[in-house]
C-alpha cells in the first residue's frame, strides 16, 4: 500500500513550458485534490475532485488543468509555467468527510519556473 | 472562502497547553485539523463533522460549534514532538469535496 504517490519530486522549468504532474493513489479513495503551498503561506486548493469524470475548480484554478480518467489517478497539468507558479504542490485523497475520513497527503512535488 | 485561524504563532515549554481556535463567516459541513512539519507533507490529526461534537486521542482534542461555525484544537501538556504548524480545514454547508485551509498556526515547544 503505497498511499499517495506524486511524481517528480523536483522540477525545474522554463518560462512558457507545459508539464504534467503525476498523481497517485492506491486506497480506493473518490475525492482527491491538488493544492500548492508557497513559503510561509498556507495550503491554497487549486482543483478537486470527488470520483472519475468529476473535477471542479478551487481557490486559484487559473493557468492549471486537471482531468479523473480513473479513480486511483489526478494529473495536474501547467499550461504554460509563468514564475508566478514556483512553489510545492501537494496532491491529497479521502474517502471523504461523510465516511470521518481525513485526506491523506503525497510528499510534494518542489517545482521552481525560471 | 478561507477560514481564519488564530493566534497564528504560538510558543511553549514542555508541559504547557495551547488552544488554536479556527473561524468561518459560512457554514461548515466539516472541520479538518492537520500539522504539518518544516519540509513535509500535512499528517491528519482529526475531523470534526457538523454536531458540535469533540474529539480527541492522546492529549489532543478538538471541538466544534456549529452555530458559531468555530473549531478550536487543543493541545495539552505539549511534548516537543507538537512542534510544527497546524492547519485548520473547512467544508462547506455539504460535503462538497472542497476543502479550504487557513493560513496556519505556528506552533513551537521549548524545552
Known amino acids: 500500500n503505497a498511499g499517495v504517490t506524486q511524481t517528480p519530486k523536483f522540477q525545474v522549468l522554463k518560462t512558457g513550458q507545459s508539464m504534467t504532474l503525476q498523481c497517485a493513489q492506491d486506497?480506493?479513495?473518490?475525492?482527491m485534490s491538488w493544492y500548492r503551498q508557497d513559503p510561509g503561506m498556507g495550503l491554497r486548493l487549486i482543483h478537486y475532485?470527488?470520483?472519475?469524470?468529476?473535477?471542479d475548480q478551487g481557490e486559484v484554478p487559473n493557468g492549471y488543468n486537471v482531468s479523473r480518467s480513473t479513480t486511483e489517478d489526478f494529473p495536474l497539468r501547467l499550461l504554460s509555467a509563468a514564475p508566478s507558479q514556483t512553489s510545492v504542490y501537494f496532491c491529497?485523497?479521502?474517502?471523504?468527510?461523510?465516511?470521518?475520513?481525513?485526506?491523506?497527503f503525497g510528499s510534494g512535488t518542489r517545482l521552481t519556473v525560471v | 472562502q478561507q477560514p481564519v485561524q488564530s493566534p497564528q504563532a504560538v510558543i511553549l515549554r514542555e508541559g504547557e497547553d495551547a488552544v488554536i481556535n479556527c473561524s468561518s463567516s459560512?457554514?461548515?459541513?466539516?472541520v479538518h485539523w492537520y500539522r504539518q512539519k518544516h519540509g513535509e507533507a500535512p499528517i491528519f490529526l482529526m475531523i470534526?463533522?457538523?454536531?458540535?461534537e469533540q474529539k480527541g486521542h492522546d492529549k489532543i482534542s478538538a471541538s466544534f460549534n456549529e452555530k458559531k461555525q468555530q473549531s478550536s484544537l487543543y493541545l495539552t501538556a505539549s511534548q516537543l514532538s507538537y512542534s510544527g504548524t497546524y492547519f485548520c480545514?473547512?467544508?462547506?454547508?455539504?460535503?462538497?469535496?472542497?476543502?479550504?485551509f487557513g493560513q496556519g498556526t505556528t506552533l513551537q515547544v521549548k524545552p
Open positions: 491529497a485523497s479521502s474517502y471523504g468527510a461523510s465516511f470521518s475520513y481525513g485526506y491523506t
Open positions: 486506497m480506493n479513495h473518490e475525492y
Open positions: 475532485s470527488v470520483g472519475a469524470g468529476i473535477t
Open positions: 459560512k457554514a461548515l459541513y466539516s
Open positions: 470534526l463533522l457538523k454536531g458540535g
Open positions: 480545514g473547512t467544508e462547506g454547508s455539504s460535503n462538497t469535496g472542497k476543502l479550504i
